[in-house]
């Protein structure tokens, strides 16, 4: 028979048009009478497990400047603003850290990465300048072959890079200007 493959679309919610998860149990999907079922972020069983994650995040204790921002686009993402309070303690936090110089901003490359990325997502124009103090940080310590790595090394670091890469990607997509020698 013929094979039809259709993309299941979110309803309403934060997630309102992104394609949903599906996920097949069957030896041959595509034989006749196979049931597909699909979950979405809106999908009852996928909330239970969110509210449960929230309310966990809604009592941790982070010291480090990306585990805040990592919560907060956490709640960011599920359609909280800027009012609610890890947002607010992460937004508090890429304040600090962006209080100077950008060369004396002491996050790890993890932590600059994630904190643009958190701030790109929350309000790019109100927090320009600290987006901003935060690329130059990055640039100042990306390595000559274009990566990202340990700074007693000449070598780049796969995982500090993908942050690094992923801090751009959503500056680009911000609006906020990037250097094409970085």
Known sequence: G??????IKMGAGPGAGRP???IVM???????????????????????????AFTYLETSTETW??????IGLAFLKDGKDESHPKVKEAVDACLAATRGEAKAIGADIYSTGIAVIFLCTCN?????PEIIKLRDSLELRQKPHGGWGYADKPTGDTSMTQ????????MTSAGIPTSLES
């Open 26 to 52: 069957a030896p041959n999907p595509a034989a006749a009478g196979v049931r597909i079922a699909a979950v979405t972020p809106d999908s009852p069983e996928v909330r239970e497990v969110l509210k449960k």
């Open 163 to 170: 942050y690094g890469v992923l801090a751009y990607w959503e």
């Open 20 to 22: 949903g998860l599906g």
């Open 65 to 70: 400047l990306g585990g805040k921002c990592l």
């Open 2 to 7: 013929e094979r039809r493959i259709e993309r």
């Open 124 to 128: 790019p124009s109100k927090y320009y």
